[in-house]
DNA sequence: GATAATATTTAGGTATGCCTAATTAAGAAA
DNA sequence: TTTCTTAATTAGGCATACCTAAATATTATC
């Protein structure tokens, strides 16, 4: 009598799972607005699973909800099918960074088992996706990373890009445009504290570049010595 | 204001194509029966499927249906999806011919034309999927084969394997298991009028198979000159 | 601490796509 | 042609996952 999924909870969970990474529980309207769906619907269904057996979150009136352990199991196992189908739409099918995600938000609730396991083989069990985002392992452990934001290099600095938080296909492109792709090398010239922005240039590629904080804030890096 | 479709509509569709090429009209309860399902809800769904706009479905009650042209190019294009995909997950990933065909039909709905195309380039445009059956092309052709059936060849001649048209895994393996699969070579040593029993021998193997006509007729050979 | 603004929930409804049971139509046999 | 059998349809329901509008709880502001 084990509970299952469907196309929709595992959504919900894999966005509480995301949401609760910076704040905990996750308010209704919060999730609404991520999932675009109406705050009702949120409400129904986050009812339902706080009621499943076993429950996939833990959920008090008015106060949000978080995951249980059964509920992030579901996440990081939909959210390993998400990132190693990021990765095998880009490695192996040629797919442009900017165009894996809405791809793989769909197969993530198809593939078998084993089709996760087939490519996770082919692929020589890769760690990140194409924006440098984590892949749990296959026993739902996710590397943690060290975080440090663009935003917070200042001058003369150098680092290499690790990560692009952001899901938007036109961002994503301008930034490929520009070279600003994990594992790219970059060196701060400028900052400018009134508004943020940060002046850099990118190795290899002789362009100044200045990026708002909007921007820098969704850039992971690590520090060049 | 185009009609949109959903895994169901095309799981019908493909069902009916495939049906109404051995028999034109395809009745209510046989098509209930390939799909799984109670004739009511047959009844159900191909009442909406004829009566959308263009209607999908040629259907008048208690005659059975057939696909319109609209109908057909989904059924097609479904079933490019679904064929390309077993060589896919076949060559790519390595799944066993067995196992491709359960993996593929959840897939087949959820793909996008551009991994339809990009997974068409990746395989160099296969004409066949790993059980023989032709691929429709790109604009929905599908090429047709000259059908021979294994229970209508007798001793001495010889042949090469081109389609198997089974979709149980047990049967699929048994088969692959003595080496019947699509481009094997074989030749007939004895046939049984009675039974139809088929006695054969497998090309690089020295194996002596006996093969009954509910196998027999399910496999397309071309004959060796 | 009352009130206003905002967040959340409840109530009532819709579209899909399936089900069983009861009814009716079609086709075959007598 | 009447009768029997089988096939197909209709009627009435159910589960999932959404929606809008109305009601209520929480929280922030005065
Ligand atoms: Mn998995
Ligand atoms: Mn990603
Ligand atoms: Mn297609
Ligand atoms: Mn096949």
């Known amino acids: 009598m084990k509970n299952q999924t469907s196309q929709s909870i595992e959504d919900y969970l894999k966005a509480i799972y995301e949401l609760s990474i910076k704040d905990g529980r996750v308010a209704t309207t919060h999730l609404a607005k991520h999932l675009g769906i109406s705050p009702a619907s949120v409400t129904g269904m986050i009812k339902k ?14 106060q949000g909800v978080f995951l249980t352990e059964a509920g992030e199991r579901i996440a990081l196992e939909t959210l390993r099918h998400h990132r190693l189908l990021e990765v095998f739409l880009h490695e192996i099918l040629g797919f442009p960074w900017d165009e894996v995600h809405e791809e793989a938000d769909k197969l993530e609730h198809v593939i078998s088992e084993k089709f996760e396991e087939r490519m996770a083989f082919v692929l020589g069990n890769p760690e990140h996706d194409p924006h440098g985002d984590p892949i749990p392992n296959k026993e739902l452990n996710v590397p943690k990373a060290t975080m440090i934001c663009l935003s917070d290099l200042r001058p003369h600095q150098k680092a290499i890009i690790k990560r692009v938080r952001d899901k938007d296909p036109k961002l994503l492109r301008f930034l490929s445009d520009l070279g600003l792709i994990p594992n790219a090398e970059i060196e701060i010239n400028d900052y400018s504290e009134f508004d943020g922005n940060i002046h850099l240039a990118v190795k290899n590629s002789s362009k100044n570049v200045v990026l708002g904080p909007r921007i820098t804030d969704q850039i992971h890096v690590s520090i060049l010595n």
Chains 1, 2 share one sequence.
Do not use: A, T, V
Not at 49 to 62: A, D, I, T
């Open 49 to 62: 699973l706080s009621q499943m057996e076993p429950p996939y979150l833990n959920y008090q009136k008015h």
